[in-house]
């Protein structure tokens, strides 16, 4: 059974940084992509950031292109997500998921709050 482990969340204040973990296990495939999303009060989940594992293609939302960096530890199968120069409309749940093929796996959330 896939299992994703977020972890890092918390509070900072605008302009802070805050580093996400996701730990992954459960599995033997070795072609997927994995990464975050969040869902923010009242809005729908929006995804922010993946990396493939095949090809190491990376994604970036334009809302967080350029202040977030996502990189990943194969060999422990976790990425991390490297949030700088946050803003109190980052704040939000943040999401981890793997997704192979046409199944998707998610963790719990770990939540992040930005104030201003």
């Known amino acids: 059974e896939v299992q994703l482990v977020e972890s890092g969340g918390g509070l900072v204040q605008a302009g802070g940084s805050l580093r996400l973990s996701c730990a992954a296990s459960?599995?033997?495939?070795?072609?997927?992509?994995i990464g975050w999303f969040r869902q923010a009060p009242g809005k729908e989940r929006e995804g922010v950031s993946s990396?493939?594992?095949?090809?190491?293609?990376?994604y970036y939302a334009d809302s967080v292109e350029g202040r977030f960096t996502i990189s990943s530890d194969n060999a422990n199968n976790t990425v991390y997500l490297q949030m700088d120069s946050l803003k109190p409309e980052d704040t939000a749940l943040y999401y981890c998921?793997?997704?192979?093929?046409?199944?998707?796996?998610w963790g719990e959330g770990t939540q992040v709050t930005v104030s201003s």
């Open positions: 998921y793997l997704r192979n093929g046409h199944e998707d796996y």
């Open positions: 990396i493939s594992r095949s090809d190491g293609f990376i």
């Open positions: 459960g599995f033997t495939f070795d072609d997927y992509d």
